[in-house]
C-alpha cells in the first residue's frame, strides 16, 4: 500500500528544483515510491545565456528526467511546483499541464491528491497566487486539494505558508532550511493522504 507520488516542476534557476527534491525526501520518508520530474524547457537560448544563473542551472548534468503522461497515470498524490510570473505558474509549467486534456476526458486524474509549491524573488512576489493558479487544473481535474496548512511544526506557524511550501528568493538566495523543511513536511503530508486513500479504495474493492 505504498502510495506513489510524483513530484512535476519547472525551475529556472534551481530554487523550485531543491524545493521538489525536499517533498521527495519528506514523501520518502513516509514510505512513498517516488518519481521527481521536471518540464522541458522551452525559453530561447538568447533569454537563458542573459541569466548566468539559468544557463548554470541547465548546464547541471544531473537534472532530473523529463515528465510524460504515463506518470501522471502512474501517481496517487501529484506535487507540481513552479517559479512565479507575474502572479502565476511559469508558462512552461503550464504547457505541460495544458496537455493532460485527454486524460482529464476520461476521468483518469479523478480524486488524485494534489499539492503546490513555489518560490518568488520578493515576499509579495505572487507566492498565494501563484499555488492558487496551480490548483485551477487540479479542480477541472476533479482532484482532491491538499494545502500545507499549518501542521504542529513550529517552522510553519511561524513563517509557513498555508497554500503551499516556498521560498523568497531576495538577492538570488537559495532555499533555507526553514523552506526546505516547510517543503518536506508537505511531501510527507501527500503521502499520508495519498497512502489512507489507496487503503479506502482497496476496502471497496469487491473481494
Known amino acids: 500500500m505504498n502510495p506513489r507520488i510524483l513530484i512535476v ?3 529556472a534557476t534551481g530554487n523550485v528544483a531543491s524545493l ?3 517533498i521527495a525526501d519528506g514523501a520518502r520518508g513516509a ?3 517516488v518519481r521527481t520530474r521536471r518540464v522541458s524547457e522551452s525559453a ?6 542573459n541569466n548566468p544563473r539559468w544557463q548554470e542551472y541547465l548546464n547541471r548534468p544531473n537534472l532530473d528526467p523529463l515528465v510524460t503522461l504515463d506518470d501522471m497515470t502512474w501517481a496517487d498524490g501529484i506535487a507540481i511546483g513552479s517559479p512565479t510570473r507575474f502572479g502565476g505558474p511559469a508558462s512552461q509549467l503550464k504547457a505541460f499541464l495544458d496537455t493532460t486534456g485527454g486524460m482529464w476526458m476520461k476521468g483518469e486524474l479523478l480524486e488524485k491528491v494534489c499539492t503546490a509549491f513555489t518560490s518568488a524573488s520578493t515576499g509579495h512576489g505572487g507566492l498565494e497566487s501563484t499555488v492558487l493558479a496551480i490548483n485551477n487544473h487540479c479542480y ?3 482532484s482532491l486539494i491538499m494545502p500545507l496548512g499549518y501542521p504542529n511544526n513550529h517552522i510553519l506557524k511561524t513563517t509557513g505558508n498555508p497554500y503551499g511550501s516556498s521560498h523568497v528568493a531576495r538577492s538570488g538566495s537559495t532555499p533555507d532550511t526553514d523552506s526546505l523543511t516547510a517543503a ?3 511531501g510527507a ?5 495519498a497512502r489512507e486513500l489507496r487503503i479506502g479504495r482497496a476496502k471497496e474493492e469487491p473481494s
Open 184 to 186: 518536506e513536511i508537505q
Open 9 to 11: 516542476y519547472y525551475s
Open 31 to 33: 514510505s512513498a515510491d
Open 189 to 193: 503530508r501527500l503521502a499520508k493522504v
Open 44 to 49: 530561447s537560448p538568447e533569454a537563458i545565456a
Open 140 to 142: 477541472h481535474w476533479g
Open 20 to 22: 521538489a527534491h525536499a
